[in-house]
């Protein structure tokens, strides 16, 4: 949104070019100056100008939506609002499972089960939305390589023999757990850039990062100078990203 | 403006000093002030002020302009108007006393605090808050609710709801007043989530745009008294190399925000991060943005963690003393840490705004 060039904010095209020669292109270098700024470089009133900066802020700003809209449209919904973990006492605790369209966050000491949680989550996501599931592919980010094929299998058979019954259900369901194995930050970065297009022509219905603390300490030690701001850029970065994948999809992360 | 100075009606012997001093219009008399013109007239400063305002009568284009811009009143007026003024209460009867009966309209109240302390909470139930209707002592109003972070959860204002227009439904039964009544036709959980307006900023310059537009929107909905910024510091604390341009950006957003709360009436409510500071020997907590950040909230409260209790500090107000509350965060929403005592009033006519009667709290 904030890249959008200047010339799709419907301002006229001299204007547009005067303000090229100005390097002012995008709506971010527009906003990002002052009133006064702005008038020198267009050479308009006061009012004038105010008046382009509503026309710009207009193709930037988001879209308003009254709570009671998103309340009805959870409602009208109410499967796609969460997947279930198939834990009763977390799935009452949570509110109903994992909300779709967020961020969840899963700490704990080593040795726990977060991985084993994560693999059967995946199973879960690509259960039919029947028995709970959310009936699509599942986009796996491994950067500690403790994800295991067998075990997902085994998870599956033991858990739903009933579905599980045939070979041909278990190829399906492994082949569209799709497994990124990632060990730099820079990679995870990158991959998590691309996730948008895979998403819409896999019908990904769950991102699974595990684990992103492990790749973070690898590479930033605290001690040394700046590595700090590194890495809340890196996190940070991360962070809005998934959030923007999370909410513009609908999926849980 | 290039009125000849004789041809003012002055005194004829102050109109023949002006001229022996060598002023011939009237712009050059503007233009010296009173101070310049008694000395250079001999005349007593009253006796400038008095030339000046005549000239400024008789020109009346130049005094128009100047004379419009001011926004000036007497600190008299401004008390009644404040006292006239209401709060937003925020259910917590040990929080509102903090802030001297709840938050304040034209002004903007920030709230810092580390991740899952209840700042959304907060903001949550003070966009449900501000629709109370006035016969209970709220405000009536409509809420925008701003958000960057992506933390806003419909069912939890849902739930928030609905626990206010209970709590409010108790009162309505203990008092049985015909406004009450009325009041409660319309004050319905999807009244009451129709008129939260939720825009979801994903990075800066959306957010920025939508302070540009604010404006607008509150002239077409007049209604609204509360504009909430949930995470101001989330767009603006990742990806700005340049701290030049992010402190600019921001002191024009706090301008913009002020002008907004003073025109239209309504309680401004930001939240921010956390940040350490890394000092010689030990890191503190401080709320995040920087140093300059600082003068842009009127109010500032801080909410920490002590053990297991949640505590909130006032740290920055003009009014109020610095002191710190528990507080806790039920299915309910935003409330105190025992159930207030129960006032009774009955005498129902009279009713202090910022005293209403509360019914025990079911935990």
């Not at chain 2, 929080?95 to 810092?112: A, R, S």
Request: hydrophobic residues 40%.
């Amino acid at each position: 949104m904030a890249a959008k060039k200047l010339r799709r904010a419907k301002l006229s095209p001299e204007l547009c070019e005067r303000l090229g020669r100005h390097q002012i292109t995008t709506c971010q270098d527009f906003l990002c100056l002052s009133l006064l700024e702005l008038m020198k470089v267009t050479g308009q009133s006061y009012s004038n100008v105010q008046k382009l900066l509503c026309k710009v802020s207009l193709a930037c700003a988001p879209k308003m939506q009254t709570a009671y809209e998103m309340k009805v449209r959870r409602a009208v919904n109410p499967s796609s609002a969460f997947l279930s973990t198939s834990l009763h006492g977390l799935d009452k605790v949570l509110h109903g499972g994992v909300p779709c369209g967020s961020l969840t966050e899963l700490t704990s000491p080593p040795g726990c089960g977060k991985t084993q949680f994560c693999i059967m989550m995946s199973v879960l996501a690509t259960l039919p939305v029947s028995m709970g599931g959310l009936d699509g592919a599942v986009i796996y980010i491994d950067t500690e390589s403790a994800f295991s094929a067998e075990r997902l299998v085994e998870i599956a058979e033991s858990r739903f023999p009933a579905y599980f019954d045939s070979d041909e259900k278990l190829f399906s369901m492994t082949r569209s757990i799709h497994l990124y194995r990632e060990l730099t930050c820079g990679s995870v970065l990158k991959r998590i850039k691309s996730l948008e297009e895979e998403i819409i022509s896999k019908k990904v219905k769950l991102i699974i990062i595990d684990s992103v603390a492990s790749v973070v300490r690898k590479e930033f030690d605290p001690k040394l100078q700046g590595n700090l701001t590194e890495r809340s850029n890196f996190l940070a970065k991360g962070a809005s990203l998934l959030k923007y994948l999370a909410e513009e999809f609908s999926i849980p992360v | 403006m290039q009125r000849d100075v004789g041809t003012l009606p002055l005194a004829p012997a102050l109109r023949a000093r002006l001229a022996a001093a060598g002023f011939q219009t009237a712009q050059e008399l503007l233009d010296t002030g009173p101070c310049g013109l008694s000395t250079e007239v001999g005349i007593s400063k009253e006796e400038a002020l008095e030339v000046l305002q005549v000239v400024r009568q008789e020109c009346p284009g130049e005094a128009a302009r100047t004379a419009g811009l001011s926004r000036r009143c007497t600190a008299l007026e401004l008390l009644e108007q404040e006292q006239a003024q209401g709060f937003i209460i925020t259910f917590c009867s040990a929080l509102d006393n903090l802030l001297g009966g709840g938050v304040q309209l034209t002004k903007i109240t920030e709230i810092c605090g580390a991740p899952g302390i209840g700042k959304t909470q907060l903001c949550m139930q003070l966009a449900v808050d501000v629709q109370i209707p006035e016969c209970f002592g709220g405000l009536a109003g409509e809420a925008v609710f701003i958000d960057t972070e992506g933390s806003f959860m419909v069912d939890r204002v849902a739930d928030i709801a609905a626990a206010c227009v209970q709590h409010c439904q108790l009162i309505a039964e203990a008092h049985q007043e015909e406004d009450h009544l009325k009041a409660l036709e319309t004050f319905s959980l999807e009244s009451i989530l129709s008129h939260i307006y939720y825009f979801r900023c994903r990075d800066y310059i959306e957010l920025l745009a939508q302070v540009y537009l604010l404006p607008d929107f509150l002239s077409e909905h007049s209604k609204v008294r509360l504009v909430v910024i949930d995470g101001i510091a989330f767009p603006f604390r990742h990806d700005f190399e340049d701290l030049s341009l992010r402190t600019r950006l921001l002191n024009g957003l706090a301008q913009q925000l002020i002008i907004m709360a003073n025109d239209h009436k309504a309680a401004v409510v930001l939240t921010n991060q956390m940040t350490t500071r890394i000092g010689q020997s030990q890191s503190t907590l401080v709320p995040a943005l920087g140093e300059s950040w600082g003068h842009a909230a009127t109010v500032r409260l801080i909410f920490h963690w002590d053990n297991n209790q949640r505590l909130a500090t006032l740290y920055k107000s003009p009014s109020q003393k610095e002191s710190t509350i528990p507080y806790h965060v039920t299915p309910h929403g935003f409330r105190d840490v025992q159930p207030p005592a129960v006032t009774q009033n009955t005498d129902g006519t009279e009713m202090n705004p910022r005293k209403r009667p509360r019914s025990e709290e079911e935990k």
